[in-house]
Structure formats: C-alpha cells, structure tokens
Nanobody, 115 residues
C-alpha cells in the first residue's frame, strides 16, 4: 500500500505564499501522473495541477500564473508552490498519485487565506 504524506499548509494573508509537499512511500516512477486537488468549504473537489511522468504540467485556469507544481524524483516528492494567494484559494489540498490500476490520496492539508 502506497502512502502519501503531505505537509506545508497553514494560514497566510492574501498575497502571500505557501509551498505544499507530498512525499510518497514508493518510487515516483511507479506512477503515471501526480496531481494536486483541493476541496473548498461546502464545494466539490477540483483539480489544481497535474504533472505527468514525462514532466508536463497542467493547471486549472484559476491558478495559472500563480501556482507551480514540481517534482523531486530522488525524494519521491511533488511540490505545489502557491504565490499571490487569494481568499478563494482557501481549501483542503490533497495530493494524488495515479498508477495504471490504482489511485492514492494524501490525508489533506488545510490552506487558509485570510487577513
């Protein structure tokens, strides 16, 4: 069973920055793609960013130009650098690693953007 451990959430003021991390207990090369999703209060889960095994990144329109997803293969870890944060970015952020047959989710980390 693959485990994903997230870290880096917290409270930040509008315009601030945070970096989320998600470390896998298996080789990152075991997965087809990795992604960050978020679930705002009272809303459905939505895709934030996906990075493929080849390194291509796809972003939701709402975060383009502000968020950057990256990977560190040696540490089996993906990151989400979030800049220019807005109150509407407030959500539980979850990482997802998807293999050929299974999908794994992290436990989620709260990001709150408020003054």
């Amino acid at each position: 069973q693959v485990q994903l451990v997230e870290s880096g959430g917290g409270l930040v003021q509008p315009g601030g920055s945070l970096t989320l991390s998600c470390a896998a207990s298996a080789s990152i090369f075991s997965f087809i793609h990795m992604g960050w999703y978020r679930q705002p209060p009272g809303k459905e889960r939505e895709m934030v960013a996906i990075i493929t095994s080849g390194g291509s990144a796809i972003y939701a329109d709402s975060v383009k130009g502000r968020f950057t997803m990256s990977r560190e293969n040696a540490k089996n870890t993906v990151y989400l650098q979030m800049n220019s944060l807005k109150p509407e970015d407030t959500a539980v952020y979850l990482c997802n690693f998807r293999g050929a047959y299974q999908s794994y989710w992290g436990q989620g980390t709260q990001v709150t953007v408020s003054s």
